[in-house]
């Protein structure tokens, strides 16, 4: 049994709190449910204001990840047999009872033109970034998952489908993970080494993958600045806190940031601040990008001025997340 212990890795013992056992009760063998007993612990503390030394490769003062997210495709719709169509989207768009092509063709644009606006970009940067892809979007746009591997990037798992776990049963969720690693390796020709769920994942969600057995990171927070250690008793999963705020999905809210420069002047803030701090102890930053949004001509140049920035400031680590994880591992990891 493998309990999320939130155990932190580096001068920090927090006491292990282990899981109750407890399996959701309902859900075994359906294809969906709601679990309704939870193997879940919260960890108020983290590093306690003492962060570790991250000692990033070669004196890096910050760390940053690009996440190109890669959903084009696996998206909720009625022409795909689901129930309901996605309805995340800058206006509001609900059709009910049939396919809705306003919401198809939203995330069409992403596969065909956004996202050969946003690689394009980061190759004149000499950016890499971590694509979280869904195994179905990959599955549906190969030669983009192709061109993904041709430029080095990593790629991690975004799940199956463009799908929340939080009512997933046990049964069903393991089933998915296992769907989704099969499915990446035969697209893209090996398997990821990261897992990152559309939010919200599920309480159970980390311990399936976990248990899959060949994830060396997770994604599934937003909880700390820095990763953090899973002990498993004779080995570490690794916690890559992912960023809702550094995100260019808040380009399609109401309430959220209206230009593109107002997400860059967002992002841009938060650099700094993490760049200040970092002075004394490494930083983080993760910066969040979906090819149907950023990939735009009206926003594209916020991704632009984005990187300039972080470009024109000494000691910054352009990496990916499983690098990230790894170097994680290997400096704070106690079996070794
Ligand atoms: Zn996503």
Redesign the pocket.
Known sequence: MITQSGAHSAGDPSPAQGGSGAQPESGKGRPSGTSTRYEWTRDLRGYAGKPPQAGWPGGARVAVSFVL?I?EGSERSVLAGDDDNESVYDMISTVVGGPNLHMVCNFTYGARAGYWRIVDLLDRYGVTCTV?G?AQALEMTPWIAEDCVRRGYEIAC?GYR?ESHERMSEAFERERIAMAVETITRICGRRPLGW?T??PAGPNTRRLVIEEGGFIYDSDTTEDDLPFLVDLGDREHVVVPYTSDNND?FLQRVEGFRLGRHLAEYVINSFDQLYEESATVPKMMTV?L?TRIIGRPGRIAALEQIIRHMRSRPDVWFAQRGQIAQHWLNRFGKYK
Do not use: D, I, Q, V
Request: contains cysteine; hydrophobic residues 15%.
């Open positions: 997210n959903e979280n869904c975004h463009w990152h559309r939010s999905m969040g979906h």
